[in-house]
């Protein structure tokens, strides 16, 4: 069991990595709630075999084997236990040198608190009851998918977010840990409570959402389910995620498990049922993108850039100018067309180092990078830094700009 960034590629995974268990770490006993801890333990298939009730409880590792006579640990019920702290030593102490998948499992849950979001894809196996590296990298991008629909929603609600909020959706997941299942057909996402408690919750809803959408577009063959579902969050990001996750298998599902110490949100079950998709949901899904993508309108907006890049077939006329937004609209580049006197007035601008202010319609076909009906571009004033920092990176790109300077956007 590895645990890695969900961003990170799937790779061998070195002792240097960012995770919170690597060689040498370990959980404080003081730290730790044995309520947590049996709470883990259930939610990871660790089988409870008595104890001494009020007092503490025996617990086994799931499996074959698993047995009376089978490394078991003692947790007490709660803190009032004389021997809690050293019994809870003793059982984080096992849990470490357990060979037991889930040991590794509970680990994590106990030192970075986080909702769980589990993934499965029913695909064809080796004899040696494992899949394919090319199989376990499409499940591990679908899964980053899924997330990022859940980040996106968060940010806003809309059919079609493109290139809007992405970066903050992305800056999001960066504490977000992965860690494959036994024969590579499974995954599990550890998402920090703080900050990541609002995109899980978001994407309970979503997800629910999207599984009663497509029930009802393939019992009627009516679509409007999906326009009510995008206020649960549900979007063509989320209908292209769940396509990457069901394509090539027999089926595949996703479920949610709460943070123990972190307790239920408000509106979700205590235990959600898995949400289960099919290669006959797929028609229904790829369907809902489409109309998300044909049906989510244009945003009127101002924008205030800097100049990234300009490219016009010759020495005058009309040309086009790339954006790096600095105020808005939420996403990183724009690229706006525009009149030979705007496109004049842009240049000048970077040349001597201040961004641009132009209002126009940031279309959604191009996903949200084009900015249409450009009007009114105006350089804006910046103070000596900002100024001094713009020039700055104009003489270290002097190679992008001029009348034409190089391929497109």
Not at 163 to 177: M, P
């Amino acid at each position: 069991m590895m645990h890695r960034p969900i961003d990170e590629p799937m790779r061998p995974h070195p002792t240097t990595s960012p995770d919170p268990l690597g060689p040498g770490a370990s959980v404080d006993p003081a730290q730790v709630d044995p309520r947590v801890l049996g709470a883990l333990l259930d939610r990871h298939g660790w089988r409870r075999r008595g104890g001494a009730p009020g007092r503490y409880s025996r617990w086994t590792p799931p499996g074959p084997g698993a047995g009376p006579g089978a490394t078991s640990l003692l947790v007490p019920e709660n803190r009032a236990f004389p021997d809690c702290e050293d019994l809870l030593g003793e059982a984080l102490t096992a849990l470490s040198r357990s060979a037991a998948p889930s040991a590794r499992e509970v680990l994590t849950g106990l030192t970075v608190p986080s909702d769980e979001v589990r993934w499965w894809r029913d695909v064809p196996q080796s004899p040696s009851g494992t899949v394919s590296w090319a199989v376990q990298e499409q499940l591990r991008s679908a899964a980053r998918q899924v997330l990022l629909a859940g980040a996106l929603a968060v940010r806003g609600r809309a059919g079609y977010h493109g290139a809007r909020h992405r970066r903050q959706a992305q800056a999001s997941l960066e504490g977000v840990l992965v860690g494959s299942a036994q024969g590579g057909r499974g995954l599990t996402a550890f998402v920090p409570v703080e900050p990541g408690r609002a995109v899980t919750a978001r994407l309970y809803h979503a997800l629910y959402a999207t599984r009663e959408a497509v029930d009802y577009q393939r019992a009627t063959g009516r679509p409007e389910a999906f326009d009510s579902a995008v206020g649960a969050g549900v979007s063509r990001e989320l209908t292209e995620a769940l396509v990457s996750l069901v394509r090539g298998t027999e089926g595949a599902r996703i479920a949610l498990a709460w943070a123990p110490a972190a307790g239920v949100p408000e509106g979700c079950a205590a235990r959600p049922e898995p949400v289960e998709f099919s290669p006959g949901d797929l028609p229904a899904l790829r369907e809902a993108g489409a109309r998300y993508l044909q049906d989510e309108p244009s945003v009127p907006v101002r924008i205030t850039g800097t100049v990234v890049r300009m490219r016009r077939s010759g020495p005058r006329g009309a040309g086009t100018v790339r954006l790096r937004v600095l105020a808005g609209a939420e996403v990183p580049h724009v690229r706006v067309a525009l009149d030979e006197e705007s496109y004049r007035t842009a240049g000048h601008a970077h040349l001597v180092g201040l961004p641009v202010r132009v209002a126009g319609r940031l279309e959604s076909r191009g996903g949200f990078r084009r900015l249409t009906d450009a009007s009114g571009v105006v350089p804006v004033q910046v103070d000596e830094a900002e100024r001094d920092r713009l020039m700055k990176s104009l003489h270290e790109n002097l190679g992008f700009f001029g009348e034409a300077c190089g391929p497109g956007d």
